[in-house]
């Protein structure tokens, strides 16, 4: 089945320590996108990456850090600088072709600090 | 002004009613426009795209009028299931440039549907 993985769908960390969310895609997409959604809140873009090896800040990257070291995968590190981690992680990905520009997302994982 | 505004409700009717949702958005660059659904702690879903000429999938039809920078997403004969929040989705980038694929989601519209 194609389709987008992220894990853990739920995450339990104490303050202060770096976390690492998963999110895996065999669509064969070639654009990958982390949004964080809070209560209430619209999805906010924190990283997005167009290409392996290259990646953009979105609009809330401070205290986040990504990679890209291969197409199916988009990693996502939440570090201790990130004032408020705690929120829903949403990872998407994108065919960027022709005209559809939709994206396709994971279903989320639930990070709770402490 | 947000990018992209919806009216975030809660619209709640009766099982049957037929219901319509708004959206506008301020970047004229915009060229790619969605209708997402999510349930309750879940993630977005892509519901349709929306197409200048405007577009029917079943019970949903969706709108766009570009000078009036205005989307609209009209449900008829809703079902219990239709119960979820509709986000409102616009592909922004200015003209000349290349497109980087990124979403601009408005903050949705939650819709009740009751027996």
Redesign the interface.
Known sequence: DGGITQSPKYLFRKEGQNVTLSCEQNLNHD?M?WYRQDPG???R?IY?S?IVNDF?K?DIAEGYSVSREKKESFPLTVTSAQKNPTA?Y?CAS?P?RD?A????????TRLTVT | RKEVEQDPGPFNVPEGATVAFNCTYSNSASQSFFWYRQDCRKEPKLLMSVYSSGNEDGRFTAQLNRASQYISLLIRDSKLSDSATYLCVVNIFPYGSSNTGKLIFGQGTTLQVKP
């Open positions: 654009a996108y809140q619209g999805l873009l997005y167009q953009q979105g829903f949403l994108s960027l005209s520009y939709e994206q396709y997302f994971g279903p989320g």
